[in-house]
């Protein structure tokens, strides 16, 4: 279908499904950047790096703020990815009733225009 066939409800739909698969995506890079970041960091606490994360293969310590935007982060992306797969498979079966529907309307007119046609009477 194109966008503009679209029905109101349905863009707002679709919108809504690109917005949150835009916050998936920046809270699941944002989670693997802070745990690429975090491979460089030690591996041994002290007072600056005080949070122990399994990491890779092995045990890495994160600082106060990475800890707090990763506690934020990760669980984020289940949820919005879990909404934004919701979203999309009711888009699309939104989008498969409404081509259904106008495949239906037009083969109606073809039988509606066959009964009125010269060959009705045959």
């Not at 045990?59 to 506690?71: A, C, G, K, N, Y």
């Amino acid at each position: 279908m194109r966008w503009r066939e679209f029905p109101l409800r349905m863009k707002v739909l679709a919108i809504s499904a690109a917005l949150f698969f835009c916050v998936f995506a920046a809270s699941l890079l944002t989670g693997r950047a802070i745990e690429t970041i975090a491979l460089n960091q030690p591996m041994l606490g002290d007072t600056v790096f005080r949070h122990p994360r399994p990491i890779k293969n092995g045990t890495h310590f994160l600082t106060d703020q990475q800890e707090s935007i990763l506690s934020i982060a990760s669980p984020m992306v289940l949820v919005v990815f879990g909404v934004t797969a919701i979203l999309f498979v009711t888009l699309m079966h939104w989008q498969g009733r409404i081509e259904k529907e106008k495949k239906q309307q037009a083969l109606n007119r073809v039988a509606s225009s066959l009964d009125s046609g010269p060959y009705s009477a045959i």
